[in-house]
Structures are given as structure tokens and as C-alpha cells.
């Protein structure tokens, strides 16, 4: 009896200490949604699974699960989509599973290596 009644208190205990928390939390998201800023993609549609590489001027996003385009890139000043590229295949010019992800902005290249087909892919933008 004396250790049902320790562990209820105990979980009462523990659940007023998660909703402080929480309450906490989410006066912060709130006090955060005007630094927040929503690129307009327009048509471009970016999956569930992605990653973001940043430049000075330009956004890059690498859509893991796109069947189209695998690398949108987005102009950081203006949030506008600039083009997409990188078709998803497993052709000479296209990636089937892309991984890490570097942009040499004196060159003007885009590297992508390609888990799918194992090898490192450069694009001229």
C-alpha cells in the first residue's frame, strides 16, 4: 500500500513538473514566430525528409525523398526559389541517393556525393 502511494505521488509529482515546463516552452515558441520567415516555394514541393546547407547569399535543399529534383536552391535575401536540379535516377547525370552536400562559391559548383551509385557529382549553377 505504502509503495503504490509513494509511486502515485511520485507521478503527480513528475507530471506538475513537465506541464511548468512545457507552459514555459511554449511562451518561447510563440515569442519566436516573428523571426521566423517561410520561403515561398511556389511549386516546388520539399518532402518530410531534408537537409539545409547555407551559404553568404545562397539556401540549398537536398530532398531525400524527391523523385524529381533533389537539390533546391533559394536566394537567402529574398526567400525565392531560384531552380532546382540533380535529377533522382540512377543514370549518368542523376543521384539515387544523395549524401553530403558542398558548394564552392568561387567556382560556382555544387557537390553532391551519392550514396546510391557511390561517387561525387559537381554542378555548374
Known sequence: MKCNLFIGMSFVFAISLNSCGMRDYMADADSCKELVKEFKT?????????TIHTTDSLVF???????????????????RHIKS???FGQGPDEIARAGQFAFDHDKG?????????????????
Open 109 to 125: 559548383e555544387a557537390y553532391v556525393f551519392d550514396y546510391g551509385q557511390q561517387r561525387v557529382m559537381a554542378f555548374n549553377i
Open 85 to 87: 536540379f540533380g535529377k
Open 42 to 50: 511556389e511549386d516546388v514541393l520539399i518532402g518530410r525528409s531534408s
Open 61 to 79: 535543399v537536398l530532398d531525400h525523398t524527391s523523385t524529381d529534383s533533389i537539390i533546391h536552391m533559394f536566394d537567402a535575401f529574398t526567400d
